[in-house]
């Protein structure tokens, strides 16, 4: 099982990207899953997280501006972000936990970079 994640890249400020995190190999299921970005310098902070029971929690800083989602048939998370400001620079990865082949697994994917201009 792995997962791998997307979309990254280089944007100015008030621009939009879309971050994907697909699971592969075997995979039953994402039963939750989280999305969590490090800056230079900066401990890594949870974004956004996608319960077991499917709710959405943020943290402050991009309430409003970005929105996490899951598609149970592909398998994929996505996390939206619109109105990206510079201080949103940093690595993204994306965590899933659920099944595969009938195992409990928890996973990273190896981090997108996201750098927005101002």
């Known amino acids: 099982v792995q997962l791998q994640a997307s979309g990254g890249g280089l944007v100015q400020a008030g621009g939009s990207l879309r971050l994907s995190c697909a699971a592969s190999?075997?995979?039953?299921?994402?039963?939750?899953a989280g999305w969590y970005r490090q800056a230079p310098g900066k401990q890594r902070e949870l974004v956004a997280d996608i319960t077991s029971g499917g709710n959405i929690n943020y943290v402050e800083s991009v309430k409003g501006r970005f929105t996490a989602s899951r598609n149970h048939g592909l398998n994929t998370v996505y996390l939206q972000m619109d109105s990206l400001r510079p201080d949103d620079t940093a690595v993204y990865y994306c965590?899933?936990?659920?099944?595969?082949?009938?195992?409990?697994?928890?996973?990273w994917g190896q981090g997108t970079l996201v750098t927005v201009s101002s």
């Open positions: 190999g075997g995979v039953d299921s994402i039963t939750a």
């Open positions: 965590n899933a936990r659920g099944f595969a082949n009938g195992e409990y697994y928890d996973l």
